[in-house]
């Protein structure tokens, strides 16, 4: 999204004799370059995930098998859920980390730069092992995105080619996150505190912290399945004393934060729109802090609630019952706190705004859903049904990549030095909303009647919910293609946008650099007041 | 459609009109079943007034407090006192929840003084049912699918109960309290009845137990609710209740079926009937894997049509069936089906020996299966009598803290 | 005020110390993660 960047002049040549072309991109370690890359391929990655979900809908759109096999049908809802978990939402919002951090603390780039560019050249390899694991004997992996054992070991080569896949994105995620980290403690321009830091990057701060501490989790259990398909061990098979159920237990470890690791940055970013668009301070960015530091503390003590059908003990349930039901409270106080912020502002509606607004209004019916699913004996009906699934594509798609959309038509400005055309991006609001409606809404109602989820086929009285669920799946992808005319169009021929392009926008990259934001920004950081 | 969807999003924000359950949960046919209901509703109808609440103060600030209808920007950005009450009141809220939740969660868990156990075997993929205790002890079987592939395929029209029929449902009688202990042979499967408000994983290697207690008599039905790889959708699950009367009825009559299946065994078979019937259980046992034109899928099941265990030595064939395949030590998805009688494994051997272009012309004798099978080590009763030790076992470990355990 | 060179200098020191110490907590998280599945393996 940065071609434009290209005929900025910047006065340190030292720096000039950059490549250009690809050569330019394989070695680049300008944090700009390196988030435009972690953009596109996670833009790449979710019209990937995208067509598996659509596979998924087609399938499901009558009763009855009419366009996959079973076993692909399952290969699909894996890989969908793996794509666009690890290759779709977790590095889009890398890639605006990677633009914002340090053009919002004013520093000049990341702390470790070559790092930086390392991080992002893991994926597109993960991403190669992923999608070509479909064309091996047996197929892709169709245990699940959450390759509970023992069918796991069941599984062909795809299984192992996923595992690593795994591996290798966890590894750049973890130096990603060190790198973020750093940056945030050591590079802050003179004068910026911690607490004058905008709240998106007090929420990079808090989601690098659930990352390092996750993802070794996660690269530890897959290795155990490795293990036990390949090397004998018996970590969860029953005939050899092992426990599938650790797995479980492992699993959600990292599984719960992961879900925070993913909304996090979201709320990170809608706490920079809202406020803008209101042309008011955000309200309550102390308890925003804290707000968002206790979920991330809360959700290494909640992981359970997946597990309720397992058969603990009534007071384990209880225990994960209550402590998730808590998250409720800070997570409350942040909605709260955004309609405050919106209260008596001068409200604007730009493409940003929308879909921070939509953000706010269907993310908190993600976040009502998901307090019934923390009530045990309510989970138990609804385990592992289409409610679940409903749930957390409110959560994961309403949330997080709603939150991701705002992001982009919010900072696109001043990554490309042109605006967007502001009636197309309304049209992809609301077609996306509408559409995720459609597709997910009736879902609560599948699940509450009781239909399981991960199945390629169905009893009669799911039809018509399901049949209009795919219609607004695949409306909600027609409209993404939308989005993608609208950020071409908008680094081709975009308006010319001015350095503050919002008129309520009151962080550094707005208020001292140009837009374009040049190639080299903050060489000398500025005073923060 | 559209119509349709409509009445589903009003439904939704009004769910107390709903009385049909295809926008909430299905009709309990439980206390307990009853009791989550009403949780589900209180909870839902606080989360509706807190969202219309909230959303009413943001909607009144998106009409009013717009730059477009001129409202200048107030500069306000903290007020302890709203921040306390929003911190609190969200607590007392959930505290009020948890009550009720916690009183349900124990009364649910609690397996104790069951009427009728029943131990359910979750099985790529289908359900294994032996009753352990009480009224019907020592009755056992298996139940699958019974929707014929030609529906789910669409070449036949589909029935009323497309994908949720069973060959032999679970029988229970009504107003009494039915403990499930629940494990699984392969991979994790689920045992899911939603009008019974029962669902418990099956783990294998491991027993947990749930209970259900159902209020009136007829069908319900359910389905495996955990991933449990191809035919994770096509294993579903039919509880029959009947009455005390019927119960007894049933018990008796399911008491005389070994006596019948000798008589099926002295029988002497012609091939054509052997065939016949074998076509039968494979539809029933086979085809999941094996597919109807007898192909198998390349990669993944090997082909039976001009298979040459199939079509060579009988003595072969019949262990391949009977034992499943082991391979490296591990059993492969061909899993052993010493669980069919005599004469539907004969039938079935007939019937691959004789079908598409394996044109064989000899029949397998269910003599034939019986002498393998005796001279086997692991013998069907054997096998049997140590499952249900190990499930006894559980029972003792499980009973008395009136929660599952682990079966080790 | 140093200049933004300068600057850059004396942070790449501190930023090596940050990483270090950021390094151990993602080996200690993966090393409590193993003593734990040991001890229930
Ligand atoms: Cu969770
Ligand atoms: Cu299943």
Redesign the pocket.
């Known amino acids: 999204m940065s071609t434009a960047v290209h005929d900025h002049p910047h006065g340190h040549d030292d720096h000039a004799h950059h490549p250009s072309g690809l050569a330019r991109y394989l070695t680049t370690t300008n944090h700009k370059d390196i988030g435009t890359m972690y953009l596109w391929f996670s833009f790449a990655m979710f019209l990937t995930g995208g067509v598996m979900a659509l596979v998924i809908r087609a399938e499901l759109f009558q009763p009855g098998l009419q366009v996959v096999n079973p076993d692909f049908f399952n290969q699909m809802t894996t890989l969908h859920g793996l794509i666009m978990v690890f290759g779709a939402i977790m590095p889009a919002f890398v890639g605006f980390a990677n633009w914002q951090i340090p053009m919002m603390i004013g520093a000049p780039d990341m702390a470790f730069p070559r790092l930086n560019n390392w991080s992002f050249w893991l994926l597109p390899p993960a991403a190669l092992l992923l999608v070509t694991s479909l064309f091996v004997p047996g197929g892709a992996a169709a245990a699940g995105w959450t390759l509970y054992p023992p069918l796991t070991v069941q599984m062909g080569m795809g299984m192992d080619l996923a595992i690593f896949a795994v591996h290798i994105l966890g590894m750049s995620s973890i130096l990603g996150s060190i790198n973020i980290i750093t940056t945030l403690l050591n590079m802050r321009a003179p004068g910026m505190t911690l607490m004058k830091m905008p709240l998106f990057c007090w929420t990079w701060l808090i989601t690098a912290y659930l990352l390092l501490a996750a993802m070794p989790v996660l690269a530890g259990a897959v290795t155990m399945i490795l293990t036990d398909r390949h090397f004998g061990t018996h970590f969860f098979n029953p005939a050899g004393g092992g426990d599938p159920v650790l797995f479980q237990h492992i699993f959600?470890f990292f599984?719960?934060p992961e879900?925070y690791i993913i909304a996090i940055p979201a709320f990170g970013v809608i706490s920079q729109v809202i406020p803008a668009f209101s042309r008011k301070p955000l309200f309550g960015y102390t308890s925003m802090v804290y707000a968002t530091a206790s979920i991330a503390i809360l959700?290494f003590i909640?992981?359970a609630?997946?597990m309720y059908t397992t058969g603990m003990p009534v007071q384990a349930q209880l225990f994960f019952m209550y402590a998730?039901s808590l998250i409720a409270v800070p997570t409350g106080v942040k909605v709260f706190n955004w309609v405050a912020t919106m209260w008596k502002g001068s409200l604007s509606f730009e493409t940003p705004m929308l879909f921070a607004i939509g953000f706010l209004f269907l993310f908190t019916i993600g976040g009502f859903t998901?307090l019934v699913l923390a009530i045990v004996p309510i989970d138990i009906q609804l385990h592992d049904t289409y409610y679940v699934v409903a749930h957390f594509h409110y959560v994961m798609v309403a949330g997080a990549l709603f939150a991701a959309f705002a992001g982009v038509y919010f900072w696109i400005p001043k990554w490309t030095g042109r605006m967007y055309d502001e009636t197309l991006g309304k049209w992809h609001f609301w077609l996306s909303f509408i559409f995720f409606n459609m597709a997910f809404f009736v879902q609560h109602f599948l699940g509450l009647a009781g239909m399981p989820r991960r199945i390629p086929d169905y009893a009669l009285q799911f039809a018509d919910f399901n049949m209009v669920s795919s219609i607004g799946a695949f409306g909600f992808g027609l409209a993404q293609l939308l989005f993608l005319y609208v950020v071409v169009k908008c680094i081709r021929s975009g308006e010319q946008a001015p350095a503050k392009a919002w008129e309520g926008a009151d962080t550094l990259e707005w208020t001292h650099l140009p837009s374009p934001a040049p190639y080299h920004s903050f060489e000398t950081p500025p005073m923060v007041k | 459609m559209i119509g349709k969807w409509t009445t589903g999003a009003m439904l939704a924000l009004a769910p107390a009109l709903a009385g049909a359950s295809r926008y909430n949960l299905q009709d309990p046919n439980s206390a307990l079943g009853q009791d989550i209901y009403d949780l589900h509703h209180l909870i839902l109808w606080v989360c509706v007034v807190i969202f219309v609440g909230v959303f009413g103060f943001m909607f009144y600030a998106i009409l009013k407090h717009r730059k477009s209808a001129g409202h200048p920007a107030a500069h306000f950005h903290e007020n302890t006192t709203v921040e306390v009450i929003w911190t609190v009141i969200p607590f007392v809220i959930l505290i009020g929840i948890a009550v009720p939740a916690t009183r349900t969660l124990v009364h649910q868990r609690d397996t104790s003084a069951a009427d009728l156990t029943i131990k359910v075997t979750g099985y790529q993929w289908k359900w294994g049912y032996d009753y352990l205790k009480g009224d019907g002890e020592g009755i056992s079987f298996f139940s699958t699918l019974a929707t014929p592939r030609e529906q789910i395929d669409g070449t036949a029209p589909k029935g009323e109960n497309y994908l949720l029929e069973v060959d032999q449902p679970v029988v229970v009688p009504v107003g009494k309290k039915v403990r499930l202990v629940i494990t699984a042979a392969d991979v994790l499967h689920a045992w899911w009845v939603p009008s019974l408000a029962a669902k418990q994983d099956a783990i294998p290697g491991f027993v947990r137990d749930t209970w259900f207690k159902a209020e009136r008599e007829g069908l319900y039905r359910g389905q495996c609710a955990e991933l449990c790889g191809k035919e994770h959708g096509f294993m579903p699950i039919v509880v029959n209740v009947l009455s005390a009367e019927k119960y007894a009825a049933w018990v008796n009559e399911r008491k005389q079926k070994p006596a019948a299946a000798a008589e099926d065994a002295n029988k002497q078979w012609t091939l054509a009937e052997l065939s016949a019937r074998g076509r039968k259980v494979f539809a029933e046992n086979c085809v999941a894997c094996h597919q109807g034109d007898g192909m198998g899928i390349p990669g993944s099941f090997p082909a039976l049509n001009g298979s040459k265990v199939v079509t060579g030595s009988k003595q072969a064939q019949i262990a391949t069936v009977l034992h499943g395949v082991v391979r490296d030590g591990k059993v492969t998805l061909m899993q052993p089906f010493r669980q069919l009688s005599d004469v539907d494994l004969a039938a079935v051997l007939t019937y691959t020996r004789n079908s598409w272009n394996n044109l064989g012309g000899e029949a397998v004798m269910p003599a034939e299966v019986a002498a393998a099978r005796s001279s086997s080590p692991q013998a069907l009763h054997g096998e049997r009598a140590s499952a249900l030790r190990i499930a006894a076992s559980a029972l003792h470990a499980a009973a008395p803290a009136g929660h599952a355990g682990a079966a080790r | 005020m140093s200049t933004g060179a300068e600057l850059n200098k004396q942070r790449a020191r501190k930023n090596l110390r940050t990483a270090l110490v950021l390094g151990l907590l993602a080996l200690a998280s993966l090393a409590a993660f193993a003593h734990k599945v040991w001890h229930l393996g």
């Open positions: 959600w599984g719960h879900v959700s909640v992981w609630h997946h998730t998901g």
